[in-house]
């Protein structure tokens, strides 16, 4: 499966943003998908991740209360919808597909999107 993220781009602090991810499958509901982020100098890390079903959301703690991970089987598109942005949110975001995969935290992702840049202002 494909995976072409969008939706990143420059906002000030306490702004919000909407990240898209458009997979490209037919089977879009049998797949987990995920939201992870790389700032300069650190390593990848897991932000949210929503079960191929829906039922089961997770969220990093960095980003939970303000971030909502959601998605549209119709539109085979997973959504982070981002809000009360920091500074420290600034970095490349990437969608991650696994297929059956339960979204959680850990889980191992076979497809990786290109990642689309968020940069927060102060």
């Known amino acids: 499966v494909q995976l072409q993220a969008s939706g990143g781009g420059l906002v000030q602090a306490g702004g919000s943003l909407r990240l898209s991810c458009a997979a490209s499958t037919r089977t879009f509901s049998s797949y987990g998908m995920g939201w992870f982020r790389q700032a300069p100098g650190k390593e990848r890390e897991f932000v949210a991740g929503?079960?191929?079903?829906?039922?089961?959301?997770y969220y990093a703690d960095s980003v939970k209360g303000r971030s909502t991970i959601s998605r549209d089987n119709a539109k085979n598109t997973v959504y982070l919808q981002m809000n009360s942005l920091k500074p420290e949110d600034t970095a490349v975001y990437y969608c991650?597909?696994?297929?059956?995969?339960?979204?959680?935290?850990?889980?191992?992702?076979?497809?990786w999107g290109q990642g689309t840049l968020v940069t927060v202002s102060s």
């Open positions: 929503i079960s191929y079903g829906g039922g089961s959301r």
């Open positions: 991650a597909a696994n297929l059956y995969g339960l979204g959680s935290p850990g889980q191992t992702y076979n497809n």
